[in-house]
């Protein structure tokens, strides 16, 4: 059973930065591709961003693109989310993912593992 457990989510203002990690358990965790989504009230979970299982590619929402930076260690097998510019749309509850395969999706069913989430919430 592989279990993901978020941290590092806060309030903050708007402009200012956050850093989002995400420690996994397991022995192949750098078999697979991970990502990050995130859910506001109200509102469907949605694609944030999400790395390969070496880390030599990534991909962005285009509305967090060129604001936040999505990184993982291998050897810690962790993953992060560096969030900066933030505004307060970006108020949401954050999850990490682990993907299905070791390829890069947008869609959460090819995601099989979750973490509880992290609140992010940001003032204007």
């Known amino acids: 059973q592989v279990q993901l457990v978020e941290s590092g989510g806060g309030l903050v203002q708007a402009g200012g930065s956050l850093r989002l990690s995400c420690a996994a358990s397991?022995?192949?965790?750098?078999?697979?591709?991970m990502g990050w989504f995130r859910q506001a009230p109200g509102k469907e979970r949605e694609f944030v961003a999400a790395i390969s299982r070496s880390g030599s590619s990534a991909y962005y929402a285009d509305s967090v693109k060129s604001r936040f930076t999505i990184s993982r260690d291998n050897a810690k097998n962790t993953v992060y989310l560096q969030m900066n510019s933030l505004k307060p749309e970006d108020t949401a509850v954050y999850y990490c993912?682990?993907?299905?395969?070791?390829?890069?999706?947008?869609?959460?069913?090819?995601?099989?593992?979750w973490g509880q989430g992290t609140q992010v919430t940001v003032s204007s």
């Open positions: 993912a682990r993907g299905v395969g070791p390829y890069i999706s947008q869609t959460p069913l090819e995601y099989d593992y």
């Open positions: 397991g022995r192949t965790f750098s078999s697979y591709a």
